[in-house]
């Protein structure tokens, strides 16, 4: 959970100081939702599954990617949006 808080605010202050001509705190928020959202929905889609199966298994590996996949997930996905929407030119 702390990790996870952490990445968020890192995330927030990447997109802050990425803004390209945007509203940093508009852009900030926009990369804290984008992580967000992502890590929402993978906690409540992918990790019961995850969790299920290394119960079942008792592999501790998997419960590590259980507890911690959604984080590189997210990161993943705000990078990507941040690459993608962050650096397109804007027409003034």
């Known amino acids: ?53 290394a119960m079942h298994s008792r592999n501790t590996l998997l419960m590590w990617v259980a507890r911690y996949a959604y984080i590189v997930v997210a990161v993943a996905c705000a990078v990507i949006f941040n690459l993608k929407i962050g650096y397109k030119k804007q027409d003034d």
Do not use: C, E
């Open 1 to 53: 959970m702390i990790i996870g808080s952490i990445a968020a605010i890192l995330i927030m202050v990447w997109f802050y100081n990425t803004a390209n001509g945007r509203n940093p705190l508009h852009w900030a928020m926009a990369g804290f939702l984008v992580y967000s959202i992502v890590s929402l929905l993978w906690t409540v889609v992918i990790t019961p599954d995850i969790k299920d199966a």
